[in-house]
């Protein structure tokens, strides 16, 4: 898998990559993030720093969302051009509310989520959680998530208690005591207790019988996928090269991303990045039906929805550049 991406850089890098034509302006385009930056978006600001965008002709905005809440709402509106969110969250808002949108790429081939104990508390294996209090941020899905892993794992949700506190709170409980396992991103929350010299077991939301779906998505409305087609291929062949270049040189990929964004140069960021590399293997790919039908039956049986749709209301794979996968997406 690795050769593949190391193949497609090397093809990329020595003069097939599409470049944009002298004096030609390029092209402007919006993209909100689900979240502040951080480095579960390398690849978007490695596209953006390498010159992968602007080879495409897109002149490519990344913009922070002041309320993550809003940004798919705000993409179905045309006030930015493409979204990033989170696939349960896609998933919902159209069947819900019936957003004007659709996905047409992915960030991250697999979940980031799941739940995360300390060693030293003696929590172990997930059963250990039986009569503990966990901590999440987010409803109704996290309290849906964790059920289901704990019941699927063999602990009644009943014998559980589930604590609901800001975001910003959650890890500061974990380590005082006050919880004893909180919802956690795989890539940041377990360095942060290692940072604080503690022993993080993660337990991950698929390997406990969660869905495995794509953890975020591109989304645009469908305006734009009808008035702009080549400008969706583009983006999407601009951030697949700088998937390439982190697959292929890591290290590298790591210095660009931090020139990008040197206010992250921290040891938590740069630990972040490092186990965030495998999960980008795959994008911007993110059309296999038994994920996209997984999530839809979790949601489903969870009551946060109360129908199933069609999966070409979901998204679309019709933008993924052809001549980067020529054998399709890899598995």
């Given amino acids: ?140 899905i996290e309290p849906a998530l964790y059920s289901t892993m704990l019941r699927k794992s063999g602990v009644d949700p009943k014998d559980v208690e589930l604590v609901k506190l800001d975001f910003e709170a959650l890890l500061p409980a974990l380590l005082a005591g006050r919880l004893d396992a909180i919802g956690a991103f795989r890539n940041f929350e377990p360095v942060e207790v290692e940072l604080k010299g503690l022993t993080p077991v993660f337990f991950a939301q698929e390997a406990a019988g969660a869905p495995d779906y794509y953890e975020l998505v591109f989304i645009t409305r469908r305006e734009l996928i009808e008035k702009r087609p080549a400008t969706l291929k583009k983006f999407l062949r601009g951030l697949a090269r700088g998937i390439f270049f982190l697959m292929a040189d890591p290290v590298e990929a790591k210095r660009v991303f931090f020139d990008a964004l040197p206010e992250l140069r921290d040891e938590l960021d740069q630990k972040s990045f490092d186990r965030t590399v495998s999960s980008f293997f795959g994008a911007p790919c993110m059309a296999e039906a038994i994920k996209w039908r997984a999530a839809q039956d979790f949601l489903v049986d969870a009551r946060i929805v109360n129908r199933q749709l069609p999966l070409e209301s979901l998204y679309t794979d019709k933008f993924l550049p052809d001549d980067l996968f020529p054998r399709g997406c890899p598995r």
Avoid: W, Y
């Fill in 1 to 140: 898998m690795r050769t593949l991406g190391i193949v497609a850089v090397c093809v990329l890098l020595f003069g097939l990559a599409g470049i944009e034509p002298a004096g030609q302006q390029p092209e402007k385009i919006s993209l909100m993030l689900e979240f502040f930056a951080n480095p579960t978006h390398a690849p978007i600001f490695i596209a953006k720093q390498k010159g992968f965008f602007s080879q495409e002709g897109l002149d490519v905005e990344i913009i922070a969302p002041s309320d993550p809440i809003q940004v798919p709402s705000l993409t179905a509106s045309g006030k930015v051009d493409i979204g990033l969110t989170n696939l349960l969250n896609h998933i919902i808002l159209r069947a819900t509310q019936d957003l004007p949108v659709l996905a047409f790429g992915g960030l991250l081939r697999g979940p980031l989520g799941g739940l995360v104990a300390i060693k030293e508390r003696k929590i172990e294996k997930i059963t250990d959680l039986k009569g503990k209090k966990i901590g999440f941020s987010v409803e109704p």
